[in-house]
């Protein structure tokens, strides 16, 4: 497996080969989705996919960045619901 770009990299190459640095980015991510076990990766797509979205409708990075929060926050908000059901659970057994 290559070594991975540094941000620096990316932001050079999506400077300076826009379609260069989606090829990468694309790569990446595809990477990515193999190093999971099979069973996440059709959720992570579509987390993916939902985040590409945003990103192409937002209208500015800023607008995405805030969409995009709120998104991880509401993931977060859930994990932690179950993380505190989990822990009720093993406290009564």
Do not use: C
């Not at 290559?2 to 990468?24: H, I, M, V």
């Not at 990477?31 to 590409?52: H, N, T, Y």
Request: glycine share 6%.
């Amino acid at each position: 497996m290559s070594e991975e770009p540094d941000f620096d990299t990316l932001r050079k190459l999506a400077e300076e080969n826009p379609q260069g640095y989606f090829a990468e980015r694309t790569r990446l991510i595809e990477a990515f989705f193999e190093s999971v076990p099979e069973e996440r990766r059709a959720q992570l797509r579509k987390f993916q996919a939902d985040i590409d979205a945003v990103r192409a409708s937002a209208g500015t990075p800023g607008n995405a960045m805030e969409t995009l929060m709120g998104m991880l926050s509401e993931h977060m908000e859930a994990l932690l619901g179950h993380t505190v059901q989990l822990a009720q659970e093993a406290w009564q057994m």
